[in-house]
Each structure stands twice: as structure tokens, then as C-alpha cells.
């Protein structure tokens, strides 16, 4: 699959709360900082995750991450956080993530990287469906 | 309202997950600590928070939350987190809280100490509804 | 003290890490929420935290939060959150603090509202002292 | 490497705090569960996080998180995680980990399983280093 264009970028400031005793952000934390920008990216496509669990009964959950982390962030940094679609099938995507230290307005040094792999499932009953054609159409 | 009995107490481990940048525990998470201590005094009197759900159909929600913070708690410290009634109504509790850093397997120094309001809610709807007779007769 | 001004005022976006399992925000997160709006407040002033920090030797410290919860909010809300100060000496503030509900681009309907006390500690020892005047004199 | 013996396992109980409006643990929380089981891994061999800092000036930091989500958890549940060493050098370690379902007693349906790389560094530059000796002998 190619993209001719950026992937979609979301920014991310950090407070006290994302940070630990170490001094930095808690690793932890990047997992949440990806999904806001995923989830952000499917609200530019259109698709708010609770009207669209309202009317096709169905969400997104995470079934596998994956994240390396290269450089630490600190209280007061703004990341921008990407995200673009690396896989996708029926019933599962993979989308690839990265969040970069912004410095003068720009997107910097590659702070964490990771793939993050989503099941589509029935509110519910939580059991597997398939994503919403529209969804998939649009991710893509 | 009188208690001849010491208040419940409950363990609570200091993880790098609930530090911050300034060394010490995030202040917000004692809001955590007591919400653990008040989950397993109630569990301890047979209501299990889940079970209570499925079973009346009701739920607690926090209303009022007012804390002091005295002195800080470090990564590796352990916590003594206790709850006890203070005041009590159909449709409504207040539960006093306190964290005290345990030395030498003594609750030792008072970290924070505060009130929580719990009021009781329908699951579904979210409208305000009386607690449940046995559990208010559980507490006091 | 009279405010002829507007409170400041922060957005935050409603994440799934911020929900919980009643299907409505976790209370404790209102603690976040109103301490990213403070940051920005501080910010918006000319006094990023870190700086501070780095400068002055000192930071704030939470030493009392006080929240009433009047309404929930969901997954996808934007709230606005606010920010102004209610009274202050040389060595602690007390900032008033609100989460509405943002509908329509206007700030909607009050969803929790509280107070936050803050002392000044020196960023080593922990020890109170002087808030630093540019920073209180900003603050007014 | 082999080992014999059954690796460590530490129990963690769900709260409100674990879970988001999908009605079960938040993903990125496994991350939590997995970090506290690998301190009180640690502790239990003779290593507080704290005390190790303060001794050898460093500490471990994650570079690596990967996790694989089998069956979700819910409100009140018990979960046994478990930690065991899957390879070492001197700078770095990777720990694999699973979470399992506690039912009477036993660990029972595997929730959630991963490894998590460490490396260590020193704890003001944030630069690696050696991990001690003792430390890397001791979780052999």
C-alpha cells in the first residue's frame, strides 16, 4: 500500500500527569497519546467512535500493540503524534504510529514508534464482526 | 454517628505508574487509593461492586470529593487507606478517608485524608435512585 | 477580588482513557482536566512549568482539591474547562475551576466545578516558601 | 534458556480506575499490571526500585513493549500476572509476561501476554549503562 501524503499528524501536550518519578513520560502513556491521535483521525474522516458505536453497534478494540520507545519526553513538551493505516482487512487493521518531539514548530526527533493492531466486535457481546465498509473505505 | 471500631484499612503499593515528575505521588491518584479502600471494604461486607450492578440494576457515582494533602509519598512506599462512614442518607454517603505512610508495619504518618460523596444511580439511566437497603445497613 | 474578565478557558477532548466502565468520565480525571487548564493558564502568562522550575528552584504543589460533580460527561465530549484565581498570599493561591460541557462551540452545560489549592515547595526539599512575584503579580 | 521453577506471579484486582466505557480494562492499563508485577518481582529478590536508584544511580527504563490482548477483564475481577526472564545482556533484559483471569483460586483463562525489553540508565542523564551485577544474577 503506498500513501502519497503525510500521515495524519495530532498533537499532544505533556502535563504532570503524563509523566512518573523518572522525570519523563511514563511509557505507558504513548499508548493513550496514539489513540487520541487515532481516534482524531477518524473524527477528521468523519467517524466519531461513540456515534459510531451508537449506530452500527459496534467499536474498535485493541488487540496487539507494539512500541519501541527511542527518546524520553518531558513535562511541558509538545509531541505530534501520526497515524496511518499499515494493514487492514475485514475484521482487523494495523495501523502505524510514531510520536516526534515538536521543536519550533516542527516535527523533530522521533520520540516512540509503534504498530497498533484493531478488532472490530459487537458492543455488546464483545465478539468479533466486521468493520463498517464506510470505516474501512475511508481509512484507507 | 459513633464507631467503637478502627475504620477499614486497605494496602496500597506506590508503583512508578502513580509518581509524577516531581518525584512524588500524583495527587489525583489518592482519589484512586480511596476508591480502592472503599471497593474492598465494601467487598469485605459481601457487596461486591459488579455483582451489586447486575443485581439492583444501581451503581454509586462519586458526587463530592474534598482532600488534604500533608506530606508526600514516594515510589516503593506502601500505604495504609482507610474508610469509614461519616454520614449517611437514602440516596446519599459520605465516607472520611485516610492514606498514612506504613512504617515498620505501622500506619505511621498521615498523608492525606479526606471525604467522599457517593450517590446512587440507576446503571442504564444515570437518575438518582435509593441505595440499596442492605448495603446501607452493611456500612454503618 | 473582582474579575471585569472572563475566566480562562481550556478545551479537552473525552478519550477512551479518560471513561470508565459506567460509561461516563472517571471523577478523578476532573483532577487532570483542571490542572492542564491551570498549565495553560500559566502558560498563556509566560510561566511554562519546566522554566519555572529550571529558574526558580521552586514548583506548585497541589495541598487541597475540592470538586462537586453535577453532571457526567461521555466519550467524544469537548469539555471547556476554566480557570481564575480566588484568593492568594505569599505562599499558596486558590484557583476556582469549572468543566462545562461544550455544545455548538458554547460552553454548555456545568459539569463539575471545584477549587484547587496550591503552595509553592522548593523542587529538592519539598520545602514551602515564596511563590515567586512575577507569577503571583500575573496571576491577579 | 530453561527454566524449572514457575515464574513469578503477582495478583492484581480490577477497579473502576482499570476500566473504560467499553465496560473492560483499558488496554494500555496491562502495561500497569505487567510493570507491577515485575517490581514486586524485584522486590521479592532483594531489589526495591527506590533503594537500587538511590544505591547505584541508576535505574531500568523500557524500550520495548509488545502485548498481545486475548479476552478482556472486568470491574472486580482478579488477575494473576506473571513475570519471567526471557533473555539478558549486560545493558539490557527482556521480561516475558502474561495476565491471567483468577478463578477459584486458580489462574485460569490467559488474558493478556507480552514482553517488555529494559535497559538501564543512569538516573540523571538518562544515558545507559551497566545493569548491576547482582540485579542480573539475581533474576537469572
Known amino acids: 500500500m503506498t500513501h502519497s501524503t503525510a500521515p495524519f499528524a495530532h498533537p499532544?501536550?505533556?502535563?504532570w500527569e503524563d509523566t512518573d518519578a523518572g522525570g519523563i513520560v511514563f511509557y505507558a502513556n504513548y499508548l493513550k497519546f496514539f489513540e487520541r491521535a487515532r481516534t482524531e483521525w477518524l473524527r477528521a474522516l468523519g467517524?466519531?467512535?461513540?456515534?459510531?458505536?451508537?449506530?452500527?453497534g459496534g467499536m474498535f478494540v485493541v488487540s496487539e500493540t507494539a512500541v519501541k520507545y527511542h527518546s524520553p519526553a518531558r513535562l511541558d513538551d509538545t509531541?505530534?503524534?501520526t497515524a496511518?493505516?499499515?494493514?487492514?482487512?475485514?475484521?482487523?487493521?494495523?495501523?502505524?504510529?510514531?510520536?516526534?518531539?515538536r521543536a519550533d514548530g516542527q516535527a523533530d526527533r522521533l520520540l516512540a514508534e509503534g504498530t497498533i493492531r484493531l478488532g472490530?466486535?459487537?458492543?455488546?457481546t464483545l465478539k468479533p464482526?466486521?468493520?463498517?465498509?464506510?470505516?474501512?473505505?475511508?481509512l484507507k
Open 12 to 15: 499532544v501536550r505533556i502535563y
Open 47 to 56: 467517524f466519531g467512535q461513540q456515534v459510531l458505536r451508537d449506530e452500527s
Open 79 to 81: 509531541l505530534i503524534v
Open 84 to 101: 496511518e493505516l499499515q494493514t487492514s482487512g475485514k475484521a482487523s487493521l494495523t495501523i502505524a504510529q510514531r510520536a516526534y518531539l
Open 120 to 124: 472490530w466486535v459487537d458492543s455488546t
Open 129 to 138: 464482526g466486521r468493520i463498517p465498509a464506510p470505516v474501512l473505505e475511508a
